[in-house]
């Protein structure tokens, strides 16, 4: 007798569930790139506008331009790239507008903050050299002074450099050049004491103080290369004293030629305020 075939079991074989899972999971997945290809641009910039201020990368709400972000996919994802870049250069350029919005005392402790580096440069370097003794270093909010006595400079009456004071001033300025310092300007300034003279050359203490400051300046100029541009000489005669001229040793004192380097050119005239000496 004949052997009755075996009737097919109703329904779908069991390897057509995997399989149906599996091509749904992938159909999800190409569904969920394509939304992601297609985003509305204008919600899109809406919603980074939203970050307004909030993160750096994106200031002001203006993170995107003007053109699609996206249109096609992947192939957009060096575009990409781009406008995060650009977005970076936009927050950088913030800061320093942000900057420019400092408080006047945060502005004062960043200035005194490079006075100071200038200072501690300049006398290490002095020390170094071995001429720190020879003269007076000190800082104040735009400058770094240094002091140099008149007799050590100069005879009394006279405004030619000693040859045996140009080691100093040599030394002096081979620091401003070795520094990197020849950005900044330097003001050099003469003083004398109250002693009064009248010379053909020098009939009062002003043309004397002055005289000196641009020998000085002169030598920095024709024997080391400075540019006239960044040396300015100025005279004060008697009227700066830094102690009273009630004795010899006091008028020696205020007998001196000052070197600045002036961190901050903007002002007129270098304001002594705030002044901290190195003693």
Known sequence: MKK????????????MA????????????????????????????EAIASFNDQI??????????EADLITNGVDQLSDIQIIVENNLSQGSEGTTQSDEELSDEQKRAIALDEAREVYERVNEYLTDQGVREE?????????????????????????????????????LGEMIQGQNFETYNVQ????????????????????????????????????MGFSEEKIACTGYG??????????????????????????????VRVEEYN?????
């Open 56 to 65: 750096d990368i994106m200031p002001g709400g203006e993170a995107l331009v």
């Open 135 to 171: 003269v007076d270093v000190s800082y104040a909010l735009n400058f770094v002074k240094i002091t140099i006595p008149g007799e050590a400079l100069f005879d009394s009456g006279q405004a030619v450099i000693k040859p045996e004071a140009l080691n100093v001033i040599s030394i």
């Open 188 to 223: 050099i300034e003469g003083h004398t004491d109250n002693v009064p003279i009248s010379t053909v050359f020098f009939p009062s203490n002003w043309e004397l103080s002055a005289s000196r400051a641009i020998a000085v300046g002169k030598y920095l100029i024709d024997n």
């Open 238 to 267: 008697e009227y700066r004293p830094i102690v009273s001229n009630d004795s010899s040793a006091n008028r020696a004192k205020n007998r001196r030629v000052e070197m600045k380097i002036v961190l901050q050119s903007e002002e």
């Open 18 to 45: 995997t399989y149906g899972d599996m091509v749904t999971l992938l159909l999800c997945f190409f569904v969920l790139l394509f939304s992601m290809s297609s985003v509305d641009i204008r919600k899109f910039k």
């Open 4 to 15: 009755r075939e075996e009737e097919a079991k109703k329904g779908a074989p069991a390897w």
């Open 275 to 279: 002044t901290i000496n190195a003693e």
